[in-house]
């Protein structure tokens, strides 16, 4: 089953901010990670810019959300993310995998990831990450896995 996901990129650079919104399409599928197994996970299939200015499109799934809610998880291999998806939390509430692995991905800071609480792996590996936070995962105490270099 194919997912289309609206989400705000909010992004700061030197104290500009700008407001992106895109399109993540993914397919929704049970994956075996390290702890836990057949995880409901949205495997990313695309993510691009989408071209709309209306302020009410800000966050929406497009399909029903329980389906949104009912994912765990989200996994992307192989595609241009250079940061995590800031509107990840505003989809998947009770995400409790991140998989960003082979994905350009050069920067994560501590704001990525604070509305994951629920976090018990973060994998990472493959990427090219040249700047990590000082206390990353201070909002994340469930973690149990951080895979974050290979």
Request: hydrophobic share 45%; with cysteine; net charge negative.
């Amino acid at each position: 089953m194919k997912i289309l996901l609206i989400l705000i990129f909010l992004v700061n650079y030197f104290h500009i901010f700008s407001t992106e919104l895109i399109e993540i399409e993914c397919e929704k599928i049970n994956v075996d990670f390290i702890n836990l197994k057949s995880i409901p996970t949205c495997e990313l299939r695309e993510i691009k810019p989408k071209l709309s200015n209306k302020s009410d499109e800000i966050v929406k799934c497009l399909v029903s959300s329980s389906d949104c809610v009912d994912l765990f998880a989200f996994q992307a291999q192989k595609m241009d993310i250079p940061h995590i998806p800031k509107g990840l939390s505003t989809i998947f509430h009770n995400l409790t995998v991140i998989s960003i692995v082979d994905c350009g991905l050069n920067e994560i800071h501590r704001e990525d990831l604070r509305n994951f609480t629920e976090l018990l792996e973060i994998h990472l590996h493959g990427n090219k990450i040249e700047f990590l936070e000082a206390n990353l995962f201070e909002f994340n105490l469930k973690l149990e896995v951080k895979n974050l270099f290979s």
